[in-house]
């Protein structure tokens, strides 16, 4: 079974938050007192980088779902109008007599 790209999208999305989410959460408690210096320098810049990934990939969703969601709506659009050429069409037929 094939994963489709708006999975690992929002897959990597989720993983990055996560890591992110985490990184803050233990660098503001448990590590808070051990990180200073470069390691500080470098364990802010990973949560950062972690954060700033999430952001891209869940802007590259929000742009899959509007062209999506623009297909469908153009696609709804002209079905609809073919609808109602096949109905006006079928109405304004001359009866035979």
């Known amino acids: 079974m094939a ?5 690992v999208c929002r897959g990597l999305a989720l993983v990055f938050m996560a890591l992110a989410g985490g990184m803050l959460l233990w660098g503001q408690t448990v590590l808070a007192s051990r990180l200073a210096g470069r390691t500080f320098i470098i364990y802010w810049t990973l949560c950062f980088l972690f954060a700033g990934l999430a952001l891209i990939f869940s802007v590259i969703e929000i742009f899959r779902l ?7 709506q153009k696609d709804l659009l002209r079905k609809t109008l073919e609808e109602i050429d096949r109905e006006s069409a079928r109405h304004n037929k001359p009866h035979q007599e």
Request: without cysteine; aromatic residues 8%; proline residues 0%.
């Open 3 to 7: 994963v489709s790209s708006a999975v």
């Open 66 to 72: 509007r062209r999506g969601l623009y297909r469908q």
